[in-house]
C-alpha cells in the first residue's frame, strides 16, 4: 500500500513539465479552452499535509529555509501531471465476466448475451450471493489497482444489486471505500441499470425504485447523484424522467447513462432537467450536442467501453468544437469495459475521437473532476487542491504521455500526499 514518508512537507525539483499548476482550480475547461492547460517547463511543486501549497519555474525558486521534516525529490526531467480523475465507474461488483467475452468473440452480440441471461443480470446474481465483506474485500483490490496506475479521485456506481437489499449492500460498499480516505469517492444510485425477472415492465420497477429503494438510499445517505439507463430494451423516456424528479426533490443530482446503442430524445431530456453528466453518447445527433454546447451538462465519454464493445466513438472533436466541457472516464465495470486504465482511455480519445493529446488529458483530469462536481479538490494542481499526481518516466512532451498509449505511465504515484507503490 503505502510506501515512503511524505503527507508531512514534500519538495518535488526539476520537473520537466508541471500540469495544471496555478492559484485557482482550472475546471470545467470548455470547447477551445481545453487547449490552454497549464504546463510549466523546468519547474518545481511544494506540498504540505496532501495539498499543493505553492509551485512555479526553477529560476525563480527561492531555495529551502526550513529542512524540518522535509522530504525532496528529483524529478529529473520528468512530467509531473494531475492524478486521473475517473467520473464513471461500476467498480463495485462481485466477479469478472469473462466467459461473455469468449462469447462475443465467437459472434455474440452484447444484446443477445442479455437476452440470454448474461449481461447485467449475470452480475446481479453474482452479487446477491456475496456477502458485504467479500463485496468490500474485491472492491478495494479493485480500487487499489487503479490507484496505482495513478487515479486520484472516482465515482462508484450501483446497479447490480436491482432490489433493496442488494443495491444498498453496493452502495456501502463504496462508502466504505471512500471512508477509507485513499482518495475522494462518490456515489451513484443506479437501481434503474436492467429489468430484473420478475417484472411485468420498465415502468412498474422504476416505481418500485422510486418508492422504496431511492428512500432508504436517502435516509441511509448513501449516494451523491442518481442514474438511470436510458436506452431501447432498458429504461425511456418516461421513467428516466420520473427517476430525475423524484431523486431531485431528495436532494440528487443526475449523471445519466444515455445513447450509447440508440438516440432517442433522452440527451434533451436529461440538459432540460440539469443532469451534472451525461455519459456514454456513442450515438449522437447534431441537435443534442447543440443542446449539451449551451449547458452545464458535462459529457462523458468512455472509449473503453466502444474499443470493448465494439462500438462507435463518441465524437469529442465535434463536442468539443461546439463549446463542451468533455471529459473521459473508463466505465470500468465487468461486462463492457473490464479495465480501469484511464490513461488508455485517454489515448483513444486521440486515436479514436479527434482529440488532441492535451485536450485529452483535460477530459480525463479537470474536466473529470467538474463531472463529479470536484472541481476545487482534484484534477489539477493548483494551490489548494489535492496533491495527487503521477510522476512520470521521462518524457519529453505532453504529447509523448497519451502518444505511448498504453504503456506504464507512472514512475510514482502521490495520492492524497502519500507515496503508493
Ligand atoms: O456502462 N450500459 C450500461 N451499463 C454498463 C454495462 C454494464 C454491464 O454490462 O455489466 C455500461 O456500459
Ligand atoms: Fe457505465
Redesign the pocket.
Known amino acids: 500500500m503505502e510506501t515512503g514518508f511524505a503527507r508531512g512537507r514534500l519538495l518535488i525539483k526539476d520537473i520537466g513539465h508541471l500540469v495544471g499548476f496555478g492559484h485557482a482550480p482550472l475546471g470545467p475547461m470548455k470547447g477551445a479552452d481545453m487547449r490552454q492547460l497549464p504546463v510549466l517547463e523546468d519547474a518545481w511543486l511544494a506540498i504540505e499535509e496532501g495539498r499543493v501549497i505553492d509551485g512555479g519555474a526553477m529560476a525563480e525558486f527561492p531555495g529551502i529555509t526550513d529542512w524540518n521534516g522535509l522530504e525532496v525529490v528529483e524529478a529529473s526531467g520528468r512530467m509531473v501531471s494531475p492524478a486521473w480523475v475517473d467520473s464513471?465507474t461500476?467498480l463495485v461488483h462481485a466477479a469478472s465476466r469473462e466467459r461473455e467475452f469468449v462469447d462475443r468473440i465467437r459472434g455474440l452480440s452484447y444484446q443477445e448475451i442479455a437476452a440470454r441471461g448474461g449481461g447485467i443480470l449475470n452480475s446481479a446474481r453474482a452479487l446477491r450471493e456475496m456477502s458485504e465483506d467479500a463485496l468490500f474485500d474485491v472492491s478495494l483490490e479493485r480500487m487499489e489497482r487503479l490507484i496505482r496506475m495513478g487515479t486520484g479521485a472516482i465515482e462508484i456506481?450501483s446497479g447490480y444489486g436491482l432490489d433493496l437489499e442488494s443495491e444498498l449492500k453496493m452502495l456501502r460498499v463504496a462508502r466504505r471505500l471512500g471512508a477509507l480516505d485513499r482518495i475522494p469517492v462518490k456515489t451513484t444510485f443506479l437501481g434503474c441499470h436492467a429489468v430484473p425477472q420478475g417484472w411485468s415492465d420498465a415502468m412498474a420497477y422504476t416505481r418500485y425504485m422510486v418508492d422504496e429503494v431511492l428512500p432508504a438510499v436517502v435516509e441511509e445517505e448513501l449516494a451523491d447523484h442518481v442514474d438511470i439507463f436510458c436506452e431501447e430494451g432498458y429504461f425511456g423516456l418516461e421513467e428516466t424522467r420520473l427517476l430525475l424528479e423524484q431523486a431531485r426533490l431528495r436532494g440528487l443530482p443526475a449523471k445519466v447513462?444515455v445513447n450509447q446503442f440508440t438516440a432517442g430524445g433522452g440527451v434533451a431530456l436529461c440538459v432540460d432537467m440539469g443532469a451534472m453528466s451525461v455519459?456514454?453518447l456513442e450515438v449522437l445527433e447534431a441537435q443534442d450536442v447543440a443542446e449539451l454546447a449551451s449547458s452545464e451538462t458535462v459529457p462523458v465519454a468512455?472509449p473503453l467501453?466502444s474499443l470493448f464493445l465494439d462500438l462507435p466513438y463518441t465524437p469529442g472533436r465535434t463536442l468539443v468544437d461546439a463549446g463542451c466541457a468533455l471529459a473521459i472516464a473508463t466505465?470500468f465495470?465487468p461486462g463492457?469495459a473490464p479495465s480501469g486504465n484511464l490513461h488508455l482511455a485517454a489515448s483513444l480519445g486521440c486515436l479514436r475521437m479527434g482529440l488532441e493529446p492535451v485536450e485529452a488529458l483535460v477530459a480525463a483530469t479537470v474536466n473529470g473532476a467538474a463531472a463529479l462536481g470536484l472541481s476545487d479538490q482534484v484534477g489539477g494542481l493548483a494551490v489548494g487542491q489535492e496533491a495527487s499526481l503521477i510522476v512520470t518516466r521521462p518524457l519529453r512532451s505532453v504529447d509523448e504521455a497519451l502518444y505511448a498509449f498504453g504503456d506504464p505511465l507512472a514512475d510514482r504515484v502521490l495520492a492524497r500526499g502519500h507515496w503508493v507503490s
Do not use: I, P
Request: with cysteine; hydrophobic share 10%.
Open positions: 464513471h461500476h456506481k447513462h455519459d456514454h468512455l467501453c466505465d465495470n463492457s
